[in-house]
């Protein structure tokens, strides 16, 4: 299939008019509609995007303009109703926002979808393309810490918004391994009525079919980022090896010792540099099916399995295996498992978010 490619985006939030605007800027792409609910957004993203068709009616639009490529940015309870709308649609790929889902439920019933239908999807975790990162990753693939033993990823944000992003970025260094058991536990429900529904913290491990252990820590009692001030950028993801380690802080840079001493760069989390190597690579994989995106479904639906394990493990104790065999609301069973204490905080700050 050539280029360029017809381009819907569905739901003009912050997420929204990134996408839109990164389509637009491409040569590969024509972005040829963007719909959403809320008439400031639109108009707000039509002076934004020029010679744009705008609308609030997402499935009319859609049923007119028969797009190549179906984006929607939403919230993340929802999903379904969007992807079955992208399928009817024809469009050849989806591109649609991380996590996957809040339930493994949804993201089984996506995954099902997907499959039947014969539809190319990815999901946005797009960090990956910030040079801290691709310079970890890179250090990691050298062999210069040597055989990697262990992945981590730590943020101070909630799990819905941030833990997909650790898992996938510490999958990605440890080469896409599947993972085989989980483990984990929780605290804290102020956020489990989140538009991100999440518990306030959540912690556990992952040990992947290759050997290597994952560990993760996301929210309020995630250790701290010294050097990183901004609170949501609070982000530690690295791995460990027998001779060294590397690790990339979201909003500030990399690290790492391996046997070439110690070492440390710049980088930071933009979304102005991240999002035009992330929609080229869907014109790529849509020109020729050997180039598959970096962050395709599958991927993020491992990572989503992984959340859901997390949780499953908080809720029923123990070892979670991998990969799921049937669907959860694991949310809803969060919120009858965990117990009413106050979650512990790590930062003082935290507590305009967890107080
Ligand atoms: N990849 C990243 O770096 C990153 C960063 C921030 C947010 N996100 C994710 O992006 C998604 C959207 O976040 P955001 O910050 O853009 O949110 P937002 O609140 O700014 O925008 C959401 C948009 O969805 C629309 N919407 C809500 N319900 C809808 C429905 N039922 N049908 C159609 N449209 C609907 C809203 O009108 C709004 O325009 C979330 O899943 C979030 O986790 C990802």
Known sequence: MKGPYRVIVVGM???GLHHASAFKASPRFQLVGVASRDQQRLSAAA???GDVRTTSDARAMTAELKPDVFCFCTPPAVRLPLIDLAIQSGAQLIAFEKPVAVTSAEGMAIKEKLQNAGVKAVVS???????HYRKVKSIVDSGAIGKVHSVYGTATGWATHMLSHLVDYTCWFNDYAPGEWVMGQAAGRGKLTDSHASPDYVAGVVHFKNGVRGSYDCGAGAPDVADVPYWWRKC????QGDEGFA????????RAVTR???????GTMDYDHDMPPYVDEIADWLEDDAKPHPARFDRAYHGLEIVSALYRSVVEGGQIALPLTGGADEIAALK???PDRKVLLTLPESAKEYG
């Open 13 to 15: 939030g912050k997420r």
């Open 47 to 49: 002076a934004k995007l």
């Open 125 to 131: 975790h797009q960090h990956r393309y910030g040079d």
């Open 236 to 239: 530690r993801i690295g791995a």
């Open 247 to 254: 690790e990339v802080h979201t909003g500030g840079g990399w």
């Open 260 to 266: 070439d001493g110690v070492q440390s760069g710049p």
């Open 336 to 338: 009858r498992k965990i």
